[in-house]
């Protein structure tokens, strides 16, 4: 290595140690060196991908399967692989998916009867489809992009059957299967995934996978009626333990937003047992942090209060999501550490400037909104909810300026 390209990369090293606050004493912290082995897990199986290396991913991928291996944080390898795989997907534009898909096939071709490329094909082909048909309301889908949208996911159920015939069995192809599923429709679309369920459940119960993208599926927004996703819940965990109702609990909070989840029915006692079954077994800030709020959401100010002192001040990108901001959070660790100050949807500054969750509702549609403001400038995802709880619309602004649609 020549002396200018030994700066660069000193330079690159002292930049992301610089910038990875998050992971410079995580040696010293088992949430936080979880996430940087995860992350690294990642990056190396994407490295391997795009190399051609497939003979190394399916020997890797048959270890993870065989030991059921797991990270501290009890997250599956094996959902981790194909995460790697499919590497910053959600920023692909459509054109970007031609590298990837052509990999694949050359995969599939060098691996006829393996399960692994087929599952990362067909989950690429529903991200592709959801890129035709973006993420707007139903009624500003273009007619193109309806038809690509149905098209693509058509191959990808497609592929998923032939996979099923394999002998190489693999849970995660019954997960990318329920999102197919939820997205095609129709009149089976409800009966479909309680049976892709228990195809994931034959072998292998404990991947929570496979329940958390059902629970999505029996919302009332998608295909379920009110109050089912709760009783879902509660017949998973009758089957496994309350871990399970637990993580779909989670699950149906981050997928509708603090506010659209108070309109759900779980049971905390079951939801409680839940996260102290992982809380005891794994090293996970997302659930440590979950934990932490629904502990507050229940006022339960004892327990809130020894999860903030594990939490200290890590923080991360599910940390922000969860929270909003680190005011947010810090408003919560106050009230759990001294029982005052209960942090309110609404609260205003001082010179009189919106800060905080605003809670407007319209008579005449009957739709409950929720405006994110920081310092008396909408900032953020706002949603609206229909009556149902479920999600009318969500749309993004930046320092008081609309920007675009947002997640939901």
């Known amino acids: 290595m020549n002396k200018k390209m030994m700066l660069i990369c000193l330079m690159c090293a002292f930049v992301g140690c610089f910038f990875n606050t998050n992971y410079i004493h995580a040696a010293d912290d088992p949430y936080l060196n979880d996430l940087r082995i995860r992350d690294q897990y990642k990056e190396n199986i994407h490295n391997l991908f795009v190399q051609g290396d497939f003979n190394q991913l399916e020997q890797i991928m048959k270890q993870a399967k065989e030991l059921n291996d797991r990270f501290a944080s009890g997250s599956f390898k094996l959902d981790y692989f194909y995460r790697g795989i499919a590497l910053n997907i959600d920023d692909f534009y459509i054109e970007d998916f031609d590298e990837p898909i052509a990999l694949l096939k050359e995969w599939i071709e060098e691996f006829p009867n393996s399960v692994t490329p087929k599952i990362a094909l067909s989950h690429m082909y529903r991200n592709l489809a959801w890129k035709h048909r973006g993420s707007t309301v139903s009624a500003d889908v273009t007619e193109s992009g309806y038809d ?7 191959q990808s159920e497609d592929l998923l059957k ?10 995660a192809l019954y997960v990318v299967w329920i999102g197919v599923n939820t997205g095609l429709g129709g009149l089976n679309a409800k009966d479909n995934v309680y049976d892709l369920v228990k195809k ?5 119960s404990q991947y929570y996978m496979s329940y958390i993208y059902a629970s999505t599926t029996l919302l009332p927004r998608w295909h379920g009626d009110k109050g089912e996703v709760e009783t879902f819940a509660a017949s998973i965990a009758d089957q496994t333990s309350d871990e399970m109702y637990m993580r779909i609990a989670v699950a149906v909070r981050e997928y509708t937003g603090e506010d659209g989840f108070l309109k759900f029915n779980f049971d905390w006692k079951r939801v409680h047992n ?3 079954e992982v809380h005891s077994q794994y090293k996970s800030l997302y659930y440590l942090n979950n934990y932490a709020w629904y ?18 001040d890590k923080w991360d990108s599910d940390a922000q999501k ?7 959070f810090a408003a919560y660790k106050h009230w759990a550490s001294t029982g005052q100050d209960y942090p309110k949807k609404e609260v205003t500054t001082k010179n009189g400037k919106y800060e905080g969750i605003y809670e407007t509702y319209d008579d005449k549609t009957k739709k409950t909104t929720m405006w994110l403001y920081e310092d008396g400038k909408l900032n953020g995802n706002t949603k609206a909810y229909n009556e149902d709880g479920s999600i009318y619309g969500s749309w993004m602004y930046k320092d008081g300026v609309y920007v675009g649609q947002g997640p939901y």
């Open 148 to 154: 690509n949208f149905n098209t693509i996911l058509g």
């Open 162 to 171: 032939e996979a099923q015939k394999l002998d190489d069995k693999d849970p």
């Open 322 to 328: 969860l929270w909003k901001s680190k005011k947010r």
């Open 274 to 276: 839940g996260f102290k």
């Open 295 to 312: 502990s507050a959401y229940e006022k339960d100010q004892d327990l809130a209060k020894s999860l903030f002192a594990v939490i200290g």
């Open 200 to 204: 994931t459940m034959a072998i292998d």
